[in-house]
Nanobody, 128 residues
Framework: VQLQASGGGLVRPGGSLRLSCVAS??????????WAWFRKAPEKEREFVAA?????????NYADSVKGRFTISGDNAKTMVYLQMNSLKSEDTAVYYC???????????????????WGQGTQVTVSS
C-alpha cells in the first residue's frame, strides 16, 4: 500500500497550489477512514495541517494557521484527497505529507501517531 503525494512546487507569496494524494494497492473510501495532511518545515516538528473524515461528509478539520486559506477535499469516489492552498505565506514552506488513519475520533485527528499510512512528501516553497 502506498500513498503518493504530488503538486508541490515553488510559488510566490499570495499564490496558490493544489496538492493531491492518491492511494495504490488498496482503497480507503469507507466511512471509517480519515485522510490528512501534515507538514514539516526545516528545523521544526511535523505538524497537522488538515483532515477529512469520510463519516463527517465533506467537512474538514484545520489547523488554526491555515484555516480560511486551505481547503481539504476528496474526489467523488473518495480515492483521492486534495489540499487547495490559497494566499500562501513564506511560513507555509515545508514538505507536505498525506496520511490515512482508521477509526479516528475527533480529538485524535491531529495526532500523527494515529495514522497508519504515509506518503513520501511533496515540497512546497513559498518565496519571492
Amino acid at each position: 500500500v502506498q500513498l503518493q503525494a504530488s503538486g508541490g512546487g515553488l510559488v510566490r507569496p499570495g499564490g496558490s497550489l493544489r496538492l493531491s494524494c492518491v492511494a495504490s494497492g488498496r482503497t480507503f473510501s469507507s466511512s471509517e477512514y480519515t485522510w490528512a495532511w501534515f507538514r514539516k518545515a526545516p528545523e521544526k516538528e511535523r505538524e497537522f495541517v488538515a483532515a477529512i473524515r469520510w463519516r463527517d461528509g465533506r467537512r474538514g478539520n484545520y489547523a488554526d494557521s491555515v484555516k480560511g486559506r486551505f481547503t481539504i477535499s476528496g474526489d467523488n469516489a473518495k480515492t483521492m484527497v486534495y489540499l487547495q492552498m490559497n494566499s500562501l505565506k513564506s511560513e507555509d514552506t515545508a514538505v507536505y505529507y498525506c496520511a490515512v488513519g482508521r477509526s479516528l475520533i475527533t480529538s485524535s485527528l491531529r495526532d500523527q501517531g494515529r495514522y497508519d499510512y504515509w506518503g513520501q512528501g511533496t515540497q512546497v516553497t513559498v518565496s519571492s
